[in-house]
């Protein structure tokens, strides 16, 4: 018999845990004739009662497994903890706060019998999200596919069945800082995109405020993209260029006597807070390179597992 493996992260989900899993558990009993399954709770460092019900959970059934965190180490983190335990021939990524449905994963598995290797939850709608983050979704996914060399598909999150083979793929790389969705992308194989209406959370709040979805976007952008220094080089032979000018223009000023301004004065102004606001934006997105390949050089684990329940039954 086939196995299934869902992967949950966890984070200040109290209010939402127990409903998850009965959603979840619910679906996956409704297709034990056909597969084995296991769900594993990733517990990112919450300081509610979410792990408290989630070992409650554990106690009553022994196919709810949890990994906890040491402290808080980020969504993409929690995910790729999951990845690395699971047992199962199909895995499915899911959120807790139920905007993805789990009644979708029968129709996701029906997909993967029929051959495909990663199928990805594209969204239709998006309820119960703002404008403000509805536009920013849109422009990163249309910012990222402008750098990177990869086509990442739009509207899409984590939610996603993938096969074996791409989990120990996925599994084999050694990136610190993982933008998953990307990678999925990345790697191939055959893929396949299911469209569903994206739902309002069940409860709670969402645990992707404005902070997060930055560093998200900028994982994104700089796993998968090298333009951005590239255009650093081309800011640098335009700034060139406007140097040019300006010498060229105050010269001719200086000449024919064009203007009653102080003498030098335009052009020390422009060029001292043109090149400072190049050389700034330069540095930084240097720095954002560089920190990376620091974080990577250090070699520390991506995340610290604090206690593990039920992985040995």
Known sequence: ?????????????????????????????????????EIIFVNDGSKDKTLEILEEISKKDEKAKIISFSRNFGHQAAVTAGLREVTGDAIVIIDADLQDPPKLIPKMLELWEQGNEVIYGKRKTRKGESAFKLLTAKMFYKTLNALSDVEIPKD????RLVD????????????????LRGLFSWV???????????????????KYPLKKMLKLASDGII?????????????????IVISIIILIYALISYIFQLNNLSAGWTSIMVAVTFFAGVQLLSLWV???YIGRIYDEAK???????????NFDK
């Open 223 to 239: 796993s998968f993209s090298n333009k951005p220094i590239k255009l650093v080089g081309a800011l640098g032979i335009i700034s």
């Open 156 to 159: 899409t999150g984590d939610f």
């Open 299 to 309: 070699g520390r684990p991506q995340y610290i597992v604090d206690k593990k329940i």
């Open 164 to 179: 074996r083979k791409v989990v120990d793929v996925i599994n084999s790389l050694p990136e610190h800082n993982k933008f």
């Open 1 to 37: 018999m086939k196995k299934v493996s869902i992967v949950i992260p966890m984070y200040y989900e109290e209010e939402v845990a127990n409903e998850c899993y009965e959603k979840v558990s619910e679906v996956l009993k409704g297709i034990g004739d056909k597969y084995d399954y």
């Open 286 to 288: 240097i720095s954002e």
């Open 188 to 206: 191939g194989f055959k893929q396949k995109a299911y469209e569903y209406e994206r739902q309002e959370r069940f409860a709670g709040k969402t």
